[in-house]
């Protein structure tokens, strides 16, 4: 049985047992005059989805992928993370940094990730260089939740 699904307006015909693991990308204007840029880097943000069993806490939806790149980024480091909202939503977010050989660049991200209605979960990653890391996630905003205090 086939079932539909749209994408930017366009309505697609896809097997009902599929899972949706499209890539969006929005990327920054390219300003030539910029170093960073004519390293071969432009700030941006890319949307993922994930197939993510119910029983995986989201809360821990960071700690796999982390471990990977761990093990192929020496300095590949965890800034903040936690609980939040985004636009109102539950959600878990992470701050990261690390180099890219590819652009000779420090980099950092703010990942946000959402359990959508559908039940996959969607990541949102922003990359920026580390030089204007702060004023990128000032348009991307997470509030964090308070910590949960021992009783």
């Not at 910029?34 to 197939?51: C, E, I, K, L, R």
């Not at 761990?70 to 939503?89: I, M, N, R, S």
């Not at 050989?101 to 959402?114: D, G, H, S």
């Not at 922003?126 to 348009?139: E, G, H, P």
Request: net charge neutral; hydrophobic share 40%; glycine share 4%.
């Amino acid at each position: 049985m086939s079932a539909t699904a749209s994408l930017h307006g366009v309505t697609v015909g896809v097997p009902q047992e599929w899972v949706d693991d499209s890539i969006l990308r929005f990327s920054a204007p390219a300003d030539e005059s910029d170093p960073v840029v004519s390293q071969g880097f432009t700030q941006n943000v890319v949307v993922t989805s994930h197939a993510v069993p119910e029983s995986v806490p989201m809360a821990k939806v960071f700690e796999a992928p982390n471990r990977s790149v761990k093990e192929k980024t020496d300095d590949f480091e965890v800034l903040a993370g936690g609980e939040c909202q985004y636009l109102g939503q539950s959600a878990v977010f992470q701050d990261v940094t690390f180099s890219d050989p590819r652009v000779n660049v420090v980099l950092c991200q703010r990942q946000v990730a959402v359990r959508a209605k559908n039940g996959l979960v969607v990541i949102l990653t922003l990359t920026s260089d580390k030089k204007r890391f702060k004023k990128a996630v000032a348009s991307f905003p997470v509030e964090q939740k308070a910590a949960k205090k021992d009783r």
